[in-house]
């Protein structure tokens, strides 16, 4: 999943602190993301906090905005149990990460220019982002996640502006579900089992990880739904508020004792069964085609017209392990039997489409009421 919040300089300079809570004791270094970088001298191949600390205090109060991307609970169980597995997820969900930054840096990062008393909203695509990968959640579980710092610097014409980052927030369930399917796309290259767990959602596990034993390590997942249940809401904007309200403070914590505290429990609950195949797991052009027509049908079961954006964050959902991207979407779309419905009021930025069976009972429906005008008259 992905989380988005503003930042102080003061939050920002704690993730790179050697915290018990943060468990720094991994060595796969932090470092600079972004087009940005060169520019501000930063290198691309390792992150000096004094530099970092240095950047965020130009701006104290409002230093950036800081994108935590966590891994399913699957992938942080088994990379705690032997070294090959951690490299493979630590590779995995790094490789991800970086990819879906970059997507970010080409298409959502953007400024403010005032020129002759008009104000418009431009893109930039560049960025300075420095990442921090963390491997405990608060409740001192096994949480892989990596918090993506981008600084609230962009520079256009020659001069450093401050970000516009509404374009971020407004589709940060969008980069959430590319994040996890570039995840599971990795994770099959190298030759892991996946299965879907929630097809609307579009989330997924490792296989040989059981439910139960997920559930074990996700006591902060679940302080959160106990909150959501006492309010009797949902949504991923409730689910922001309840993860506020029931935050904890830091724990100090050494990761090398909380790694063997967590292999034990596993093993004692019946040990973890993750099978790596030889041969990447290979994805089809039918799977990919299977998983955009169910996506077609759960919207249309639900509406009679949906709009592009919809529809995107349906199919991708639905191909989370299908390798389902943004082009691929597109493809599929330009190739589909959907009827475009066009944008249903001036000025209107949605494109809505319909299936021919909606569109059929439409129809159908006009038809009926038509000819009960008419015997009544």
């Known amino acids: 999943m992905l989380s988005i919040s503003n930042i102080t300089a003061k ?16 060595k796969d270094g932090d470092i600079w993301q972004g087009r940005l970088c060169k520019q501000l001298g930063l290198p691309l191949s390792s992150l000096e906090p004094k530099q970092f600390n240095a950047l965020v205090l130009e701006n104290p109060k409002r230093a950036g905005f800081d994108l935590t991307f966590s891994a399913p609970k ?26 879906i930054l970059d997507q970010i840096e080409s298409t959502e990062i953007a400024t403010r220019v005032t020129k002759d008393g008009i104000t418009k909203t431009v893109k930039t695509n560049n960025m300075a982002c420095g990442k921090f990968n963390h491997y405990v959640s608060r409740n001192s579980d096994m949480q892989l996640h990596t918090h993506a710092v981008i600084l609230n610097k962009t520079e256009y014409n020659g001069k450093i502006y401050a970000i516009s980052n509404e374009g971020v927030y407004q589709n940060k369930i969008l980069y959430g579900q590319l994040y996890r399917n570039e995840l599971a796309k990795n994770l099959q290259k190298l030759g892991y089992s996946l299965e879907i767990t929630d097809n609307e959602k579009g989330f997924f596990e490792i ?37 506020l309200l029931t935050r904890k403070a830091k724990e100090h914590r050494n990761l090398g004792e909380l790694s063997q505290s967590w292999r034990e429990n596993i093993l004692e609950a019946g040990g973890i069964q993750i099978e790596k195949n030889d041969m990447p797991i290979k994805i089809t052009k039918e799977e990919r085609q299977d998983a955009f027509d169910k996506a077609i049908r759960r919207l249309s079961e639900h509406e009679y017209a949906f709009t592009k954006n919809e529809l995107e964050r349906a ?31 001036i000025g209107g930025n ?28």
């Open 11 to 26: 939050m920002a300079s704690s993730y790179y602190e050697k915290d018990g809570y943060y468990a720094r004791d991994m």
């Open 74 to 99: 699957s992938v942080s169980v088994a990379m705690i149990m032997n070294e090959e597995l951690k490299k493979d997820m630590l590779a995995c969900h790094n490789d991800a990460v970086k990819k």
């Open 207 to 243: 296989k040989g990880v059981e439910k139960e034993m997920l559930e074990q390590f996700s006591s902060r997942r679940q302080e959160i739904v106990e909150q959501l249940k006492i309010w009797n809401l949902d949504g991923a904007v409730n689910a922001s508020k309840a993860t």
């Open 350 to 377: 949605d494109i809505y489409y319909t299936s021919p069976e909606n569109q059929a009972t439409e129809l159908k429906i006009k038809q009926n009421i038509v000819e009960g005008q008419n015997n009544v008259m």
């Open 315 to 345: 199919v991708l959902a639905e191909g989370c392990i299908a390798g389902m991207t943004r082009e691929n979407f597109e493809k599929h779309l330009e190739k589909s039997y959907l009827i475009c419905l066009g944008k249903p009021t």
